[in-house]
């Protein structure tokens, strides 16, 4: 069981931690439409983006960062999931212009949190999803990033880097 800290206070994980290298756990969750979004899947690449709501700022700045970048991700489908309500998403997504990626909520059963070991198993949280991004390329996770804080952004210059970005220097050998 993983721990995450929130407002620098530690709060436990539920579910199996997903660790690079492993094969992606599938997931179907709810779109803002009501319609399957299907995690883990092979034949394709997806950038996954766990968030406690997105009606929190730092979750908001987060999903709109990530719409302006998902061009320069190669053709990955960036998907933000949280346990909000597909029409509180629908509605978020309107209200701030958010058309290039896509939203979907695990509220119905809980199962892309447990599966991927983010499921904030206490505190004030309790029952939202912890702040990850996941990177799934043809059904196996290849990135994986568990922010310590759970009101701090993901590191988007390593995500970047990940993707061969413009902010890698090139000299690493991360990817």
């Known amino acids: 069981m993983s721990t995450v800290n929130f407002k620098g206070n530690p709060v436990k994980l539920k579910g199996n931690s997903v660790e690079v290298g492993a094969d992606a756990p599938k997931v179907n969750l709810k779109a803002k439409d009501l319609s399957v979004i299907e995690i883990g899947a092979a034949g394709k690449t997806q950038i996954i983006l766990s968030v406690p709501s997105l009606d929190t700022p730092v979750c908001a700045t987060e999903a709109r960062e990530f719409n302006k970048k998902v061009?320069?991700?190669?053709g990955a489908e960036v998907i933000v999931v949280s346990m909000d309500l597909p029409?509180?998403?629908g509605r978020f997504c309107s209200t701030?212009?958010?058309?290039?990626?896509?939203?979907?909520?695990?509220?119905?059963?809980k199962?892309?949190?447990?599966?991927?070991g983010v499921l904030i198993n206490e505190g004030a949280l309790e029952g939202l999803l912890a702040r990850a991004v996941f990177v799934i390329k043809e059904g196996k996770v290849a990135y994986k990033e568990l922010v310590n804080?759970?009101?701090e952004m993901p590191d988007i210059v390593k995500?970047?880097?990940?993707f061969g970005g413009s902010?890698?220097?090139g000299g690493c050998g991360c990817h």
């Open 167 to 169: 902010s890698c220097c």
């Open 87 to 89: 029409f509180a998403m």
């Open 149 to 151: 804080e759970i009101t």
């Open 96 to 109: 701030e212009g958010i058309e290039n990626l896509s939203v979907a909520s695990d509220f119905v059963a």
């Open 111 to 116: 199962e892309f949190g447990e599966k991927y």
């Open 71 to 74: 061009a320069s991700y190669n």
């Open 159 to 162: 995500l970047d880097a990940f």
